[in-house]
């Protein structure tokens, strides 16, 4: 928070040498409560004098868990005179004793609706509202026609400015979307377009205020803001954007119904459509297709997440960086393998294994010398993970992995099939192993933070659920 160009209020501060704090500024220095965090966790909680100064009551927790209550003077890293009580924590039987949990990051830092409001609030008045949802929709509508007809005209004179294909998305843009009627599926899409259009449109009040918040979010996360530390808060920070814009298309579109309803299918639209882990007809709780629960993750992440994915993906690698590691020499060491010796190593049931595979169009057996070819179309599917943006793509690309391999298995064994999970994790297992993919923890845990709430329980939750156990299982069960 700033008064006056100062830093006055909550804040968070990172430095390039990995230092964390979280807490009170008073006129552009670190005053009173905070919480300080060193790059290897050495943590102190407690009062502040001046920057970096730890003067007070506070309580300094060491990497193995053990802690130091009392009070502490001097500056961070030159030395700290202490009066206090240490604690081995690892020592006590009693519950009683031990330390209180130190509180999660982010309590002290500025909430994340609190952030970017005078952005949300230009976009508020360029549609002609005094305040958040407080206005005319009409109104609203004319301003935006207008503001994309007098920008259409002032490019007129400079056609460089102004690609064909753009003049038409304005074009477009100019005419309101009319719905009478029932909401239904096709409503709801035609309201995705548009929004993907005017996003796409930095002369439309919603793509000016797309732009102006990619920008803040880089300043944000980008450089020395590339700390592992402000990951959650970067998150947090993408949820407030959905439910502030989410807010704003509602404003727009009355007819779009409010976070968590659902569009009643039309029978056609789920005709044929079988579940893969019952085999059962699907219904629309076994495996929802993203839409038919209206969500503003579902249908904003697509026009939101693509622009701002390189910084926080790298916010995730940094995360994960120590349990990366060890999942991925595991992966090395294991690929080393034929296919048949990883195949009876993982303990695939060995009618299971394909008898023939393809080899550049040419169908070979599988012998004890053939490497990277079992499973290798299902392998390939899901190495298509790391070139999508959104979680609801990259579920996509985790169940037809599952079909490809179900689809291989029928082959082989030339008849119906049911899968057990007892039967399909190894292979499954085997197919994340082949697919090498260098920060499949920080897919995983990008999905699990970013994912629709009601894709957890569907089709799609339970084998995404199977991937991470498979991403746990590389890690620590010391496959070797």
């Given at each position: ?28 220095k ?5 919480i300080l965090?060193?790059e ?5 909680e407690g ?5 970096w ?16 209550e009392g009070?502490?003077s001097g ?5 700290i005179k202490?009066?206090?009580t240490y604690?081995?924590p690892s ?5 009683k ?5 130190l ?9 994340a609706?609190e952030?970017?409001k005078?952005?949300?609030?230009e ?8 305040s ?5 929709r009409?109104k ?9 007809t007098?920008n ?18 304005l ?12 909401f ?10 548009y929004?993907?259009?005017a996003c ?18 880089r ?8 700390n ?16 502030r814009i ?20 039309v ?6 459509r ?15 297709e ?7 993750f579902g249908?904003l ?8 994915y ?8 940094l ?7 060890i ?8 690929n ?7 195949l009876?190593?993982?303990g695939?049931q ?11 169009g040419?169908?070979r ?6 490497k ?6 299902a ?5 298509q ?7 609801a793509d ?5 169940q ?15 008849e119906d ?9 190894p ?10 993919i260098r ?11 970013l994912?629709?709430?009601?894709l ?15 991403y746990?299982?590389?890690q620590?069960?010391k496959?070797?």
């Amino acid at each position: 928070m700033w008064q006056d160009d100062v830093c006055q209020g909550n804040g968070v501060v990172v430095t390039q040498f990995g230092l964390y704090y979280e807490g009170a500024f008073s006129m552009n220095k670190m005053m009173g409560t905070g919480i300080l965090l060193s790059e290897d966790d050495t943590i102190y909680e407690g009062e502040f004098s001046d920057n970096w100064t730890l003067s007070g009551k506070g309580t300094l927790t060491l990497p193995n868990g053990d802690y130091i209550e009392g009070l502490f003077s001097g500056e961070w890293g030159s030395g700290i005179k202490i009066t206090g009580t240490y604690f081995k924590p690892s020592l006590y039987e009693n519950e009683k004793d031990k330390p209180k949990a130190l509180r999660k990051l982010g309590i002290l830092a500025v909430p994340a609706d609190e952030k970017w409001k005078a952005v949300f609030e230009e976009c508020w008045n360029q549609l002609g509202c005094e305040s958040p949802g407080q206005g005319d929709r009409w109104k609203a509508w004319d301003n935006i026609a207008v503001a994309l007809t007098t920008n259409r005209r002032q490019h007129k004179d400079s056609p460089e400015l102004l690609s064909r294909s753009h003049t038409q998305t304005l074009e477009s843009l100019e005419f309101i979307p009319q719905h009478i009627g029932a909401f239904t599926l096709e409503k709801y899409e035609n309201i995705k377009k548009y929004l993907i259009k005017a996003c796409d449109t930095p002369l439309h009040p919603l793509g000016k205020l797309v732009e102006t918040l990619v920008a803040v979010y880089r300043m944000t996360y980008v450089g020395v803001g590339a700390n592992r530390r402000l990951l959650q808060e970067a998150v947090r920070e993408i949820k407030s954007y959905l439910k502030r814009i989410f807010q704003l298309v509602r404003f727009l579109f009355p007819d779009l119904p409010e976070e968590g309803s659902t569009i009643p299918f039309v029978a056609t639209e789920t005709k044929g459509r079988r579940s893969f882990c019952s085999g059962k007809s699907d219904s629309r709780s076994e495996s929802p297709e993203p839409g038919y629960v209206v969500t503003s993750f579902g249908l904003l992440l697509p026009v939101l997440l693509p622009r701002l994915y390189p910084p926080l993906f790298m916010l995730y690698a940094l995360d994960n960086e120590r349990e990366e590691d060890i999942y991925w020499e595991c992966v090395l060491r294991l690929n080393k393998q034929t296919d048949m010796a990883l195949l009876s190593f993982l303990g695939v049931q060995a009618k299971f294994w394909p008898g023939t595979v393809s080899i550049l169009g040419e169908i070979r057996k599988v012998s004890s010398n053939t490497k990277d070819a079992c499973f290798a179309s299902a392998v390939e599917c899901l190495q298509q993970i790391s070139t999508t943006f959104t979680p609801a793509d990259k579920l996509k690309v985790i169940q037809q992995t599952f079909e490809e391999i179900s689809q291989n298995v029928l082959e082989t064994l030339q008849e119906d099939f049911l899968w057990s999970m007892d039967d399909l994790f190894p292979v499954f297992l085997y197919v994340v192993l082949r697919a090498r993919i260098r920060n499949l923890g920080s897919e995983v845990h990008l999905i699990e933070d970013l994912m629709d709430p009601y894709l957890q329980h569907g089709e799609q939750g339970i084998m995404f659920t199977t991937l991470k156990a498979c991403y746990y299982q590389i890690q620590h069960e010391k496959l070797t």
